[in-house]
C-alpha cells in the first residue's frame, strides 16, 4: 500500500509539472507570437531598415524619383524583394549578351523612366489591409472574384484574399492575398501573372507595406524589352 501511495503520489506530481510547463509554453506563446506590425517612420525607412531584403529596392526607388512619394503619399506598396529585381537583370542580360550588346553591371544604367514605370505598378493609392480586399477564389470566380484595382500608372491588378481549407473545413483556414497582373484587358479572366504575399500589413506612418514572395519576377512583364529598347 505505502508503494502504491507513493507511485500515485510521484503521478500526481508527474501531472502538474507537466501542467505548470505546458501554461508556461503557451503563455510564451501567445505573448511572443503576437509581432507588432507597425513602424514608426516612413515606408520608405521601413524599406531602408530591412536591407537583406529591399537594399536593391531602395536603390531604384531613388534612382526613379520617386522617393517623395514613399516618404509622403499615403499608399498600399507591394514590395518586390531584391532577389526578384536581380531575376528580372539577369533575364535582362541574357538577352544582351545574346544580341551581343554589353550587360548591366549597375542598377543605375536602367533609365529612369523605365524603373519608375515599374515601380509604380506596386503602388496603389489608400492604405488597405489584407482584410480590406475582397475574397477570391480562382474555382468559384463568379462568387468570389477578389477586386480589380488600378496602380499609380493605372496598370490593372486583380487584388483578392485567398480562404484556405483546413481539417477538411473550406474556407476554415489560412488567408493570403493574391496579387495579379492583368496583361488583356480585353480578356480580363485570361493569362493572369501572379504572386503571393510572404508577408502582409506591415504598417508604417504613410501606409501599408506587402511583401511579394521571391518568385516573383521585377516588371511581371516587358521589363526586360523596356530594357532592351533603352540600350
Same mark, same amino acid.
Given at each position: ?83 526578384? @529585381? $536581380?531575376?528580372?537583370?539577369?533575364? =535582362? /542580360?541574357?538577352?544582351? *549578351? ?5 550587360? !548591366?553591371? #549597375? ?51 486583380? @487584388? $483578392?484574399?485567398?480562404?484556405?481549407? =483546413? /481539417?477538411?473545413?473550406? *474556407? ?5 492575398? !493574391?496579387? #495579379? ?51
Amino acid at each position: 500500500m505505502k508503494y502504491i501511495r507513493i507511485r500515485l503520489i510521484y503521478l500526481a506530481l508527474l501531472v502538474v509539472c507537466c501542467f505548470v510547463i505546458r501554461c508556461s509554453k503557451d503563455k510564451y506563446y501567445f505573448d511572443g507570437g503576437i509581432v507588432d506590425p507597425r513602424f514608426n517612420g516612413t515606408m520608405l525607412e521601413y524599406l531602408e531598415s530591412k536591407p537583406i531584403e529591399f537594399d536593391s529596392l531602395v536603390t531604384i526607388i531613388r534612382l526613379s524619383g520617386l522617393e517623395e512619394n514613399f516618404n509622403k503619399d499615403t499608399m498600399t506598396f507591394f514590395a518586390p524583394p531584391d532577389y526578384s @529585381i $536581380g531575376r528580372a537583370i539577369e533575364r =535582362a /542580360n541574357d538577352l544582351l *549578351y545574346s544580341a551581343g550588346m554589353d550587360t !548591366l553591371v #549597375s542598377l543605375d544604367q536602367v533609365p529612369p523612366e523605365i524603373w519608375k514605370k515599374y515601380l509604380e505598378k506596386y503602388m496603389f493609392h489608400g492604405a488597405n489591409k489584407l482584410n480590406d480586399y475582397y475574397q477570391l477564389d480562382l474555382s468559384l470566380e463568379n462568387a468570389f472574384p477578389g477586386q480589380d484595382y488600378f496602380s499609380y500608372n493605372n496598370t490593372v491588378f486583380n @487584388i $483578392g484574399v485567398i480562404y484556405d481549407d =483546413a /481539417n477538411g473545413v473550406k *474556407y476554415g483556414g489560412y488567408r493570403h492575398i !493574391l496579387f #495579379s497582373y492583368i496583361p488583356d484587358l480585353k480578356h480580363p479572366q485570361d493569362g493572369w501573372v501572379s504572386s503571393n504575399i510572404s508577408s502582409c500589413n506591415i504598417q508604417p506612418e504613410n501606409g501599408i507595406v506587402h511583401t511579394l514572395t521571391n518568385t516573383s519576377i521585377f516588371g511581371f512583364t516587358g521589363f526586360t524589352d523596356d530594357v532592351m529598347a533603352s540600350f
